[in-house]
């Protein structure tokens, strides 16, 4: 079975642009949620999508976005980039909710660099 | 400005000696912790889950344990080899049935060989 897919896996902006990063969850997951890896601050919670519905938020200004598709793969998107913003982004999918017992597995990551 | 980074918790051990990695978590009402693994460049692993209603789990090689009482959570890797070393982290879920996933700062494991 093929893991989560993160497309791409480097990319390079600069400040003020926009920026789309895909994900393509695990065969059959329906729960995908994106995560932000910074050295100063960790892995952070983004949002977590199921069945095409966002079901929770974590504390990041609106600029941050996503959606999920009838497919359940999903996009981010950032607006109005900063320098901030550089860090690997994270997608993680699971079959369903955390009460299933079945634990998120992650992707590789997309590496965002802001110049 | 510059910005400083996380300074990772380092446990060096022996090869085949047994690891321990703590964590404390901070949300007494989160009810489903995980532990990954994350080698350099790549995401992080899954190794081991386990929810609020047990305090004990154990996997291949791995044993979590889990101390609600003063918010505890330990992983011990036995017979460690060369392949364990990596960044360990902690998550605990309080999203209440979803997915909304805290990490701990992680713990620098490097085995010696």
């Known amino acids: 079975k093929a893991g989560v897919t993160q497309t791409p896996r480097y990319l390079i902006k600069t400040r003020g642009q926009q920026v789309t990063l895909s994900c393509s969850p695990i065969s059959g997951h329906r729960s995908v949620s994106w995560y932000q890896q910074t050295p100063g601050q960790g892995l952070q919670f983004l949002f977590e999508?199921?069945?095409?519905?966002?079901?929770n938020k974590g504390n990041f200004p609106g600029r941050f976005s996503g959606r999920q598709f009838s497919n359940s793969r999903s996009e981010m998107n950032v607006s109005t980039l900063e320098l901030g913003d550089s860090a690997l982004y994270l997608c993680?999918?699971?079959?369903?909710?955390?009460?299933?017992?079945?634990?998120?597995?992650f992707g590789d990551g997309t590496r965002l660099s802001i110049l | 400005g510059e910005s400083v980074g996380l300074h990772l918790p380092t446990l060096s051990v022996q090869e085949g000696d047994n690891s321990i990695i703590n964590c404390a978590y901070s949300?007494?009402?989160?009810?489903?912790f995980i532990w990954y693994k994350q080698e350099s460049g790549k995401g992080p692993q899954f190794i081991i889950d386990?929810?609020?209603?047990?305090d004990k789990r154990q996997g291949q090689r791995v044993t979590v344990l889990l101390n609600k009482t003063v918010k505890h959570l330990s992983l011990q890797i036995a017979a460690t080899q060369p392949g364990d070393s990596a960044v360990y982290f902690c998550?605990?879920?309080?999203?209440?049935?979803?997915?909304?996933?805290?990490f701990g700062k992680g713990t620098k494991l490097s085995v010696i060989p």
């Open positions: 993680a999918s699971s079959p369903a909710g955390s009460w299933s017992n079945q634990p998120q597995h």
């Open positions: 949300n007494s009402a989160s009810d489903y």
């Open positions: 998550a605990e879920n309080s999203g209440a049935g979803s997915y909304q996933l805290t």
């Open positions: 999508y199921f069945s095409e519905t966002q079901r």
């Open positions: 386990i929810r609020s209603n047990m």
